[in-house]
């Protein structure tokens, strides 16, 4: 199973590279499988590549859906008593 995440691009760099920006975390990514980048695109990432590109209200959807599952796991881990 592979995952892939929705960033904004917050600045392009020298060498199909960009800085991207998740939750307040920025991080460096290769643009070398991607054309035509802007910063403010959001581009979908995995391991260290954007992978393609993104219209801001489908990221914003995606992001909302990752954020309700990470509500429902952390709900779930305060409910699940440790293991002995």
Do not use: W
Not at 29 to 37: I, M, W
Not at 76 to 83: A, C, I
Request: proline share 5%.
């Amino acid at each position: 199973m592979c995952l892939a995440i929705p960033a904004r691009v917050v600045e392009l760099l020298a060498d199909d590279r960009a800085r991207i920006e998740l939750s307040g975390v920025q991080k460096e990514v290769s643009l070398a499988l991607v054309e035509n980048v802007s910063v403010g695109d959001y581009v979908i990432v995995h391991v260290g590549f954007a992978i393609g590109r993104l219209d801001p209200e489908e990221a914003a959807l995606t992001l909302a859906t990752f954020a309700e599952l990470d509500a429902a796991m952390a709900g779930e881990r305060l409910l699940t008593p440790p293991l002995a």
